[in-house]
């Protein structure tokens, strides 16, 4: 999973291959600067 440094928008590879496939980048705000997460993160986030 990743995670975007600027929206903080979490999203499988898969997810984000589906918005671009072949550009690297967040799906939400297009940012390129992306962190890898692992599934071992909280589930506070709530998907509004
Ligand atoms: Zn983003």
Same mark, same amino acid.
């Given at each position: 999973?990743?995670? *975007?440094?600027? *929206?903080?928008?979490? @999203?499988? %590879? !898969?997810?984000?291959? !589906? @918005? @671009?496939?072949?550009? @690297? +980048? *967040? =799906?939400? *705000?297009?940012?390129?600067?992306?962190? +890898?997460?692992? %599934? !071992? /993160? =909280? %589930?506070?986030?709530?998907? /509004?």
């Amino acid at each position: 999973m990743y995670v *975007c440094v600027r *929206c903080g928008y979490v @999203f499988t %590879k !898969e997810e984000m291959e !589906e @918005f @671009f496939r072949r550009d @690297f +980048k *967040c =799906p939400r *705000c297009g940012y390129r600067i992306l962190r +890898k997460v692992r %599934k !071992e /993160v =909280p %589930k506070r986030v709530k998907a /509004v």
